[in-house]
């Protein structure tokens, strides 16, 4: 065995599995007939726009960045509420956040296969926590 390589090489697969080669090319291909990655990259960012959009307007909720980025990862604190308590409670009435510990936060991820129902349940159930935490 070997040093380890220096900085963030060291993390670097070393070997491929061939043997998931033809279920990742599968998937992909099961994506692609959905749209193009253009279409889906959009998509997923209007999505965590609107998301992010709702949450700002909604009581007791704070998005963690003011301006949006453009990715599909949205992070909220709900006002209080524990993060991995809020987890428990969302993951309770089907919503799936994660918890981050460094910002004490929230944070949701849009999907292209995103829709506005899954946008108004996750922030329904955000807007119930946040009226229990205040």
């Known amino acids: 065995a070997g040093a380890f390589m220096r900085g963030a090489r060291r993390y670097e697969q070393g070997t491929t599995t061939f043997a998931t080669r033809p279920a990742l090319l599968a998937a992909l291909a099961v994506h692609d007939g959905f749209a193009s990655a253009e279409v889906r990259a959009r998509h997923a960012l209007a999505a965590a726009a ?32 524990e993060p991995d308590a809020a987890v428990v409670a969302l993951a309770a009435a089907g919503v799936h956040v994660r918890a981050l510990a460094a910002t004490r936060s929230l944070r949701a991820t849009t999907h292209y296969l995103t829709s506005n129902d899954d ?16």
Request: with cysteine.
């Open 119 to 134: 946008i108004d349940g996750l922030v329904s159930s955000v807007a119930r926590l946040a009226a229990r935490g205040s």
């Open 50 to 81: 609107r998301l992010r959009e709702r949450l700002a307007a909604t009581a007791g909720v704070e998005l963690l960045l003011p301006e949006a980025p453009a990715s599909t990862l949205v992070g909220f604190r709900v006002a209080g509420c």
